[in-house]
């Protein structure tokens, strides 16, 4: 994870190579004044030596964006600054606002680099139950944060958008907070299949009816359902044939049902499967549940351990961008 480590001081990039496990670390956080913390899909830790100063922070800061904040003035907006082989780095401390809106953030004392990877293997147990009379069936995917949702999302990009099982389609993936795709300067840094388009930083309603007129998809991936908006276009791209695959926070198939952005999502059937996602645990890794139609369940399975975490023995394709 050399694009990570080279952000950092010289004193911290020795302590970060010798304690990290980069085969399963999937965010470092860093705080004015705190030790580093290391997360993986189950537990955390803090780094024993040395606590980040506002130097230390200002460092890492001027490292990720060259000496110029401005050129990233519309990430900061967001929070966050996509970086060389899509680690995301979020961003938190004083936020100016203009007209009661967002911006800029600075006095950043705060970051949270998630760590990105190409994976393999999470979604093959699932396919039978997705693929089915030739075609992809509409799947919403419920699960806790860091349970995997984006990591299953992206596996379903590749695997529709390629030969490896099943005839490829296109695949057009809406991708608002630059997570499935992870693109830096609009290539994506991480693998999501030969035949899918990647439509990155667009807010989701808009990219998927941006998609569907620009791009003739037959499946459309998409993170994070939230309001009222995206549920419409969910259902504005079912209605014109268009199977969507998405994802939302939850614990469970009533609690999906019990919101207001999707409950009408699920009475009208839009979806012809669920994948319910359990808990994380450092003691338990859950099960996977696949719902029908109706919310009955039709199959289930134990996860391992390593579904929540982003990672393969496989190097993802990155393209060197410049500016870092």
């Known amino acids: 994870m050399k694009e990570i480590i080279r952000l950092f001081p010289d004193h911290f990039q020795l302590l970060l190579k010798k304690n990290v496990n980069w085969e399963t670390v999937q965010e470092i956080r860093l705080r004015v004044q705190h030790k580093i913390e290391v997360l993986d899909s189950t537990k955390n830790a803090f780094l024993s030596e040395g606590c980040l100063s506002a130097a230390d922070l200002s460092y890492v800061l001027n490292q990720i964006s060259q000496f ?12 966050f600054i996509t970086i060389e082989g899509g680690h995301r780095v979020g961003l938190a401390g004083k936020v100016n606002t203009v007209n009661d809106k967002v911006d800029t953030v600075k006095h950043v004392s705060f970051m949270n680099i998630r760590v990105a990877r ?17 075609g992809w069936a509409s799947t919403m995917i419920i699960g806790p944060p860091h349970s995997g949702k984006t990591t299953l999302l992206r596996e379903l990009a590749q695997m529709i958008g390629s030969n490896r099982i099943y005839p490829a389609s296109k695949v057009a993936v809406v991708d608002e907070r630059s997570e499935i795709a992870a693109s830096l300067q609009g290539i994506p840094q991480l693998d999501v299949g030969p035949r899918t388009d990647v439509m990155d930083a667009c807010p989701k309603a808009e ?64 979806f ?53």
């Open 68 to 79: 110029s904040l401005y050129r990233f003035k519309d990430q900061l907006k967001d929070g």
């Open 118 to 134: 190409s994976t393999r293997g999470h979604v093959e147990p699932l396919l039978p139950y997705l693929y089915h009379d030739g």
């Open 207 to 270: 990219g998927m009816m941006m998609m569907i007129r620009s791009m003739s998809p037959e499946v459309i991936v998409v993170d994070e359902i939230g309001g009222i908006e995206d549920a419409d276009a969910v259902r504005e791209a079912a209605y014109t044939g268009v199977e969507v695959i998405c994802s939302i926070h939850g614990d469970s198939f009533e609690s999906a049902r019990n919101r207001p952005s999707t409950n009408s999502l699920i009475t009208e059937k839009v």
């Open 272 to 324: 012809d499967r669920y994948i319910v996602l359990g808990r994380l645990t450092d003691k338990n890794p859950g099960a996977t549940m696949v719902l029908d139609e109706t919310g009955q369940v039709i199959a289930q399975m134990k996860r391992r351990r390593s579904d929540g975490v982003a990672r393969s023995s496989n190097n993802p394709v990155r393209h060197y961008m410049g500016g870092f």
